[in-house]
């Protein structure tokens, strides 16, 4: 089973990598799970907002480790990471080889939706988060944010039981909401 999510996770994270600013078709209808991908309720009572057509400019969106930084990173990973990797709009800290295997990748724009995109087609449980931005989506490995039109990603991966991810990554995830 481990052998699986980490073939997975590889394949993942090279379709993240080729695809992160290029077009693409959306996942065929009737990929998502019931109920994923309906606007969360606001909870002031309005209809959240509708994302457009046109995704939000690299230049006008928040730089990844300044939405993720370091200790908020670490905290989620439960151990200390290296200084991130950025590339592009995604900030990646990875954990030392002498310690436990640990790593935190945040996304930021259309690779953030690529992403949730493709866990929507493996048919991965995902699951509303309420509450916390205009869309908000939880996996056990991975939570997805959208206010507006941007995008949000953040994925953990650690050798462990994912159920002991999903705390930290709810608590994690209305941090991030908030810095959107």
Not at 3 to 24: D, E, F, K
Not at 133 to 138: G, I
Request: include cysteine; aromatic fraction near 4%; charge should be negative.
């Amino acid at each position: 089973m481990r052998t699986r999510r980490l073939i997975v996770l590889a394949l993942t994270v090279t379709v993240l990598t080729a695809s992160a600013g290029c077009g693409g078709d959306p996942p065929a209808a009737g990929g998502a799970a019931p109920g994923v991908g309906t606007p969360v309720a606001d909870p002031t009572g309005e209809a959240p907002a509708e994302p457009s057509a046109e995704p939000v400019d690299a230049a006008d969106a928040p730089d990844a480790c300044a939405l993720v930084p370091e200790a908020d990173a670490e905290r989620l990973a439960g151990t200390p990471l290296d200084e991130p990797v950025v590339a592009g709009q995604s900030c990646t800290y990875t954990a030392p080889t002498s310690g436990p295997t640990a790593q935190v990748e945040a996304f930021v724009g259309e690779g953030a939706k690529k992403y949730l995109d493709i866990e929507r087609q493996l048919g991965h449980e995902i699951r509303e988060l309420s509450g916390v931005a205009d869309e908000a989506l939880l996996t056990y490995e991975a939570f997805f944010l959208r206010k507006g039109d941007l995008w949000v990603a953040v994925r953990l991966v650690r050798l462990n039981d994912p159920q002991e991810n999903k705390a930290p990554l709810e608590r994690l995830a209305r941090t991030v909401a908030g810095r959107m």
